[in-house]
């Protein structure tokens, strides 16, 4: 398996996934040109995607995906109460397919498992990705963490967690109060504290990648949340497994082995 965090953040965020020849993206929130430029910059195109699954209804995660599907036509995939709050963006897929929250999806060679997290979205969702060898994990906008987010995301080999915020920047910088309890709350976005407890949770020796996502722009600072996270691993020293994702560039496409 092989991923790429093509973008993370409040101006777009998807994800590239690859498996014995079957290529899909976990949301789609930027243009159709320039997730081709993104893919091209990892020597990929999106002539090889065969699906689009969508964690929310947000414009961040979806604004591309009704484009992508019809240019490739290839099948976009979303819970009932995504599609309602998507409205036009989401409303001439070229073809729609929907699915149950927690239900597994069975896509050519991968099982796509989706699991609640808890984001002021309708149905707001995170994926395990299985290809029967490993398994990636992606847990991004959610303002807390269940047993159930737990569960779903442990003995994966790749993880893709929420380093949204670091409070004292939230509390100091230029958001409005009614905008910072926002992000706090626990329908908003995990700080980089509380996406380090979550990581120390799931932390195993078979774990082979961390990507740490959806940081902001003005809330936070890579070197921040990757310290954070660096100091939770065990043993102390594994911080080469880190990767911190970003808003303008892709990451480069890791490779589980």
């Known amino acids: ?14 994800v590239y996934i690859e498996s014995n020849n079957t290529a899909l993206l976990v949301d789609s929130g930027f243009s ?18 065969a699906a689009v699954f969508i964690t929310h ?8 995906a009704g ?19 998507a409205g036009k963006t989401l409303a001439k897929p070229f073809r729609r397919d929907e699915f149950q929250t927690g239900e597994p999806i069975c896509f050519r060679n991968l099982e796509i498992r989706s699991f609640a997290i808890s984001h002021d979205a309708g149905d707001p969702v995170g994926f395990i990705v299985d290809d029967g060898v490993h398994r990636l994990g ?3 906008d959610t303002g ?14 790749a993880l893709i967690l929420e380093f949204n915020h670091d ?5 100091n910088g230029p958001y409005p109060v009614a905008l910072q309890q926002r992000v706090r709350s626990s329908r908003g976005h995990l700080s980089n504290g509380e996406g380090a407890e979550l990581l120390a949770a799931l932390d195993h020796e078979g774990l082979q990648q961390v ?14 949340a990757y310290r954070e996270a660096a100091a939770v691993l065990q043993p102390i020293g594994r911080s080469s497994i880190l990767d911190c994702a970003c808003q303008t560039i892709p990451t480069r496409l890791f490779e589980l082995t």
Not at 1 to 14: D, E, I, P, Q, T
Not at 211 to 224: F, I, K, Q, Y
């Open 57 to 64: 209804e947000h414009q961040d995660h979806i604004s591309g």
């Open 144 to 157: 807390a963490v269940s047993r159930l987010i737990r569960r779903r995301l442990s003995d994966c080999q």
């Open 138 to 140: 992606i847990c991004t």
């Open 211 to 224: 990507v740490l996502a959806h940081l902001s722009e003005t809330n936070n600072l890579p070197e921040l």
């Open 1 to 14: 398996m092989r991923f790429s965090v093509l973008g993370s953040g409040s101006g777009g965020n998807c």
């Open 67 to 85: 484009v992508l599907s019809r240019r490739c036509r290839i099948p976009l995939f979303a819970n009932e109460r995504t599609y309602q709050g």
């Open 32 to 49: 159709g040109r320039e997730t081709a430029a993104r893919l091209a910059l990892i020597d990929r195109s999106v002539e090889s995607l």
């Open 167 to 171: 409070p004292l920047l939230l509390k």
